[in-house]
């Protein structure tokens, strides 16, 4: 692979890790059922790949073996969940404790890795695991005081330095902030399993034939829980269609396949640790958009979850000499 790219490899990485950290604000925008909206996100990104891997890969998709058909349709299966039940966690808890606690999935694959692969473990790793679940305890402990908070802001609207009267009006959570944490962390462990399904087969097959196939996959299984919940398919506004195709474009296109791009010039472990921006700048982008404020005890839980996830990729980044990036790739949720 030629090592000068057209683009920064550093510039691009800044693009994605902005666009992915919209995804979350695209999703709260629209009012299509969570399910539907994972669908045509990922209907919309297919749309959009496939042409080129036809174009370019025909014959590498025609010859894919099957048993690395097989692994593909397990990736996009374990997506299809991770986009379900992400999507639906932040329709309950906050921005920040959505974004936060499914971002932890490097926790998760570090330990499947040890159970399944018999990869070893560094004491980095299992540090930094212990971190990052002492932030998550410490995030939901206090989701069990969201109610009061909540409140006590609607008592003293000026607390939130907003105009009570304003459609902006500060919000702190979601409906049921507990279960919406615990589809994060869902979204978090399924976001685990599509990595660790396609770490070896994405060594043997190039990035545009191996997410069309995957996200072809993912998509047949959203359309399925769709219509067994019995959602309409077609029957939404102009506007949010349009927010279909935004969340497809950034932080699909731009975001998760500019990441992909990226790990082909920059180490995994920059990479992944250049992640841990995306619950940051979801959270701002929260505050300015949505007037939705994180409150003190999840700030401080998602910062020691953050440090937990940066000492499990970088005590993890020596485990395995000699790959590269590529091989090494640890793809983002959102």
């Not at 009006?169 to 279960?179: F, I, M, V």
Request: with cysteine; glycine share 10%.
């Amino acid at each position: 692979m030629s090592r000068d790219p057209p683009v920064s490899p550093l510039v691009g990485l800044l693009v994605a890790v902005v666009a992915v950290s919209t995804s979350a604000i695209l999703v709260r925008y629209s009012e299509a059922p969570s399910l539907v909206k994972a669908l045509y996100r990922v209907v919309f990104t297919v749309s959009l790949l496939a042409p080129v891997a036809f174009a370019r890969s025909r014959e590498e998709l025609r010859d894919l073996p099957r048993r690395d058909v097989l692994w593909a349709a397990a990736a996009g299966v374990a997506l299809a969940v991770h986009f379900a039940s992400w999507f639906e966690s932040l329709a309950w808890t906050s921005v920040a404790a959505s974004v936060t606690l499914v971002q932890a999935q490097p926790l998760f694959v570090a330990l499947g890795a040890w159970a399944l692969l018999d990869e070893r473990i560094t004491r980095g790793v299992v540090a930094g695991i212990a971190v990052a679940l002492a932030g998550m305890a410490t995030m939901t402990l206090g989701d069990l005081f969201v109610p009061d908070v909540a409140a006590a802001l609607a008592a003293h609207p000026g607390l939130g330095g907003l105009d009570a009267g304003t459609a902006a009006a500060p919000t702190l959570a979601g409906e049921a902030p507990l279960y919406g944490d615990a589809l994060a962390l869902v979204g978090a462990v399924t976001a685990a399993a599509y990595v660790l399904a396609g770490r070896s087969l994405r060594q043997r097959v190039s990035l545009v034939p191996y997410v069309t196939v995957v996200y072809g996959v993912c998509a047949v299984v959203l359309l399925g829980l769709t219509l067994a919940a019995g959602h309409p398919l077609f029957d939404y506004a102009a506007r949010e269609w349009a927010l279909f195709l935004a969340m497809a474009v950034g932080p699909g296109v731009f975001g998760h396949t500019v990441l992909n791009w990226a790990l082909g010039y920059l180490e995994s472990s920059v990479v992944s640790v250049s992640l841990l921006g995306e619950p940051v700048g979801s959270t701002i982008l929260a505050f300015v958009l949505l007037g939705e404020i994180p409150t003190p005890v999840t700030v401080l839980g998602g910062a020691v979850v953050l440090a937990g996830i940066y000492l499990t990729t970088t005590g993890s980044s020596g485990a395995e000499p000699g790959q590269s990036g590529s091989e090494r790739q640890k793809q983002p949720n959102g």
